[in-house]
């Protein structure tokens, strides 16, 4: 026993040290200009270049009171609780000659309860700097929402969010409650939860940049010309908030997982109170693999409700939300909006994060450490390249009035004439369908 003690010390020991040197390391090489996710590769499409301003981040945390706790919900009734939502905020920021563009982000790999994943803390670096001052010569700028799958981290998709605060966007992506690494719950409080999080923090980025708010943000965002983009059941979030109901279908599977609770009714097409939410200052949707058709989430009559311009990201093959009668099916389904769907041939699911961390390659880490951020048939760097052309091309047009246009004006299959923006023999095993509202 006293031997096995010792090993196991031993191994620990080792352990905490090759994650501090990795912290360590990880400072260095960023500040010698090495690869940091969201940097362009040399093949990487045009728009995929950060733009004109240096970026600031912040955290900050939210409390959406007296909310459904539904993970406590017993023979159909609901107890109250507060909802703590912390998230991060990217912004155009002046950066200092002494300071460093870089930041440190901490993050876990595994999963809360699960004694076959446990957590391992590691650090990836950013192109930002913690608490900058904000750049005003030009706010306010338009807001971004973003929403991680489920689980995930407000941390997932930093090559997009920095890259879009560089752009003249301040981004908030949110850490959801009883859906991240650190705090995975029920599924029930993912489905409750998602639209209504996101609703919120709309307006509480929208109370805080008012001028004379106290807050670093006063002044900053434009709350009334707001983008969202969610990733797999933050595209669920995301389609919801914007204006597409859910179906009965859900209401009645989420009635038995919640053991009785009608909490979701509020967010079911035809309810009034559904129909009330509908917020204005949404103008554009971005959503990567959206999670729900094949389970009946949505159907015809709720996703006409969709009207704003919305972009849909998708791999080909993917086995988590499905493909042809997953998320092509909710974009030839969505009729009123105009739409687009970009299609990663051959790839599964993980068409939106950031690449697997080096730390996912160490012996005796779980392989599904590293399967949860990969694309086996592409290189996640390329993908984020890509997602990065394609969004600031989007919310260029809808957000910024941009003349975008040629760079969404593209003949459907990639492999049959060069797509514009991209470099020679670089526009290959993709797809764009463009689809204008009903009349």
């Known amino acids: 026993m006293k031997n ?69 919900s017993k023979g159909g009734v609901d107890p109250l609780y507060d909802r703590h939502l912390k998230v991060e905020i990217w912004y155009p920021a002046l950066i200092p000659d002494d300071k460093k563009e870089l930041v440190a982000y901490d993050q876990v790999m595994g999963l809360y309860n699960d004694s076959t ?52 966007y301040v981004v908030v992506s949110i850490d959801h409650t009883e859906s991240t690494f650190h705090d995975r719950a029920g599924f029930q409080s993912t489905l409750l939860n998602r639209a209504k999080d996101i609703l919120f923090v709309l307006d509480q980025m929208a109370e805080l940049s008012k001028a004379g708010s106290k807050n670093f943000l006063a002044g900053l965002a434009d709350a009334n ?6 990733y797999s059941m933050g595209g669920y979030g995301v389609l919801n908030a914007a204006g597409a109901g859910y179906s009965n ?20 097409t035809n309810n009034p109170e559904f129909k009330a939410s509908y917020d204005s200052r949404i103008k554009a949707v971005v959503a990567f693999a959206p999670w729900g058709m094949q389970r009946g989430v949505w159907d015809a009559e709720g996703l006409q409700g969709l009207k704003v311009p919305t972009f849909f990201i998708a791999g080909s093959q993917d086995d988590v939300s499905g493909y042809e009668t997953g998320i092509k099916a909710i974009f030839k389904t969505a009729v009123n909006a105009n739409r687009y769907l970009l299609t990663y041939e051959n790839a599964r699911h993980n068409i939106a994060p950031n690449p697997p961390p080096p730390e996912t390659l160490q012996p005796g880490i779980s392989p599904g450490e590293y399967a949860f951020y990969s694309e086996p048939a592409w290189k996640e760097q390329r993908i984020n390249n890509i997602n990065q052309h394609f969004v600031t091309a989007f919310l260029g047009i809808y957000l910024k009035k941009k003349d975008f246009g040629k760079y969404l004006d593209l003949n459907e299959k990639s492999n049959d004439k060069p797509w514009t923006g991209f470099k020679p023999r670089a526009s290959v095993g993709l797809e764009l369908l463009h689809a204008m509202p009903d009349k």
């Open 4 to 72: 096995y003690s010792s090993k196991l010390f031993v191994i620990l020991l080792s352990t905490s040290i090759f994650f501090a040197s990795s912290h360590v390391n990880a400072q260095v090489q960023a500040s010698k200009d090495v690869f940091i996710n969201g940097d362009a590769l040399p093949d990487a499409p045009e728009l995929s270049s950060r733009g004109e301003y240096k970026v600031g981040v912040r955290t900050l945390e939210f409390v959406h009171e007296n909310q459904v706790d539904i993970l406590k």
């Open 117 to 168: 994943r446990p957590f391992i803390p590691f650090t990836f670096m950013g192109r930002a700097l913690r608490n900058a001052v904000p750049d005003l010569s030009a706010y306010p700028y338009p807001l971004v929402i973003v929403s991680h799958g489920y689980p995930g981290s407000r941390l997932i998709l930093t090559y997009l969010t920095e890259n879009l605060a560089s752009k003249g």
């Open 225 to 230: 010309n707001t983008a969202l983009i969610g």
């Open 249 to 268: 279908k859900l209401d009645s599977f989420f009635l038995v997982l919640s053991g009785g609770s009608k909490a979701i009714k509020s967010r079911i």
